[in-house]
């Protein structure tokens, strides 16, 4: 392969893309960054406060025909299709799902002195109900959508977004803000998650021989006016000593979509600045 051609398979101008959880931090990072290379992007969520800015700031920017804003519920079957459905409807096709939306419980912050809820013994059962239905059901409901559509055509390519919470516990000591204050990083989204880089070996396996290809990329940790107590408690964890800019994913989610990752599935991509390395 010549350098030219490694260039091109490193691009994802004209694949059309759904990202799901679109309108956060990440999924607006990254739409953003595939619409600038020219990929046709459907932006999918369920906080509907979002679409009128959303749309008017892409529009200032790109054809109405590069984009959609489309309402998702990924727990619900009939939502997940209709997704599909649309961005079919518009681009012809679907080449790339990113599997992104999810919910993370906040701390209790108000009974930290009390019964603290974050602890895992007073951690209610209900929310981690609620964490599992989005971020395990959900992502498997959407994805079957996907696939559906992906068989049809005899391709397709999925990123699921894991954490590091997948693949390690939390260092409860990053929530010690001294003081006595001890915050805890809740069970749920870590019983939640950890299913994605598995479910990534599922689908990759599964669909192995019908042209699907299925990884996970474990971002850590994108900085978004964190406070200055957390800070430092991250930069005395991290081998990198920093949280992670947003734009710092851009290039591992645009290598997984990319024909570049062609020979990759059922990968785990850690993006985590060393976090589970040591
Ligand atoms: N931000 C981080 O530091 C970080 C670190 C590791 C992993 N992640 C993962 O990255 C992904 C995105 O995180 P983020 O920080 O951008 O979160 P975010 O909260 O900013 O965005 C998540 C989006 O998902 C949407 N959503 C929630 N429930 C939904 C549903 N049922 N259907 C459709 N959309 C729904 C929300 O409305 C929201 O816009 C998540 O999977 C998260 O677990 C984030």
Redesign the pocket.
């Known amino acids: 392969m010549d350098i030219p051609q490694l260039h091109a398979s490193l691009s994802v101008a004209d694949k059309v893309v759904i990202i ?2 679109g ?5 607006r990072t990254i739409a953003e960054a595939f619409l600038q290379q020219g990929a046709r992007v459907v932006i ?4 509907a406060s979002h679409h009128d800015t959303v749309q008017q700031q892409l529009a200032e920017h790109f054809a109405p025909d590069r984009f959609l804003l489309h309402h ?4 619900n079957e009939a939502s997940c299709r209709a997704v599909v459905e649309a961005t079919v409807e518009k681009f012809r096709k679907l080449d790339v799902l990113i599997n ?5 419980a906040k701390f209790d912050k108000e009974n930290t002195g009390k019964v603290n809820q974050s602890r895992f013994e007073h951690y209610p059962v209900d929310l981690l109900r609620k964490s599992v239905d ?1 971020n395990l059901m ?1 992502t498997v409901i959407m994805t079957q959508q996907a696939c559906r559509q992906m068989l049809a055509q005899g391709q397709g390519n999925i990123i699921n ?4 919470y997948s693949m390690v516990a939390p260092n409860q000591s990053l929530y010690d803000f001294g003081q006595g204050v001890q915050q805890y990083k809740p069970i749920d989204y870590i019983a939640s ?1 950890s299913f994605i880089p598995n479910f990534t070996r599922y689908i990759a396996t599964f669909y192995a021989q019908e042209g699907i290809r299925c990884n996970a990329i474990v ?4 900085f ?1 006016n964190h406070s200055e107590a957390f800070l430092t408690n991250f930069s005395r964890l991290s081998p990198l000593g920093r949280m992670c800019e947003r734009e710092e994913l851009i290039g591992p989610f645009t290598f997984l979509a990319s024909e570049a990752s062609s020979y990759m599935t059922g990968s785990v991509l850690t993006v985590d600045g060393g976090w589970t390395a040591w």
């Open positions: 799901t959880g309108y956060g931090l990440i999924g999918a969520d369920i906080d998702l519920d990924i727990t992104n939306a999810a919910i993370d989005v959900g977004v894991a954490s590091t998650k971002p850590h940790a994108i978004n």
